[in-house]
């Protein structure tokens, strides 16, 4: 590692492991923003940005989790991880079990991160709406709809979240599969 006071960058820097990175986003964002416009009837616009906006905030706290937990991993498990990364191959078998039953933690871990953003992002945007609505003339009938469509969007988020997450994964893992032959 070279040093920079206490900064250190790496002499190996995993390019393959950012270039998948970005092929999962680039996959994960366009299946979301479908199912968030179709699901919870947003705009195309407004549908990308969410997908854009939980995609990569959640990806980010995954990030930083992960380096939070590596340093305290054993040695064992933290070579087969660096392996993996590395290579595409584990050196042990017992540890494809352990790596499917972390792809379950990881799905539903960033399914509750998606739902908690998405909600915390439809909550802050929508703060604005009520001074436009003042101004018009039909005031109580936009008020009732804007409403109702909240109630709806808010019954529907944990399972378009799911819905989407799931798509997403989904053909994330078939993408891994394919190209693993």
Known sequence: M?????????????????????LFLLTAI??????LNKRLKFDKKTSMFYAISINLFSSTIGWMIFFFLEPILPVNLKSELISYI???N??????????????????FITFFMKFFLLR???????????????????????????????????????????????LSYSTISMIILLTRK
């Open 2 to 22: 070279l040093g920079l006071g206490d900064i250190a960058i790496p002499r190996i820097l995993p390019v393959g492991l950012i270039l998948v990175e970005f």
């Open 30 to 35: 366009p299946i979301e923003a479908y199912v």
């Open 86 to 88: 590395f290579f595409h």
């Open 90 to 107: 584990f050196r042990s078998s017992n540890t494809q079990a352990l790596l499917i039953f972390t792809g379950f933690i990881i799905f």
């Open 120 to 166: 915390f992002f439809v909550i802050s945007l929508k703060e604005d709406l009520p001074k436009l609505y003042e101004k018009t003339p039909e005031n109580n009938r936009l008020q009732w709809r804007r409403t109702s469509i909240a109630r709806l969007q808010n019954t529907n988020l944990v399972t378009t979240i799911l819905i989407a997450n799931s």
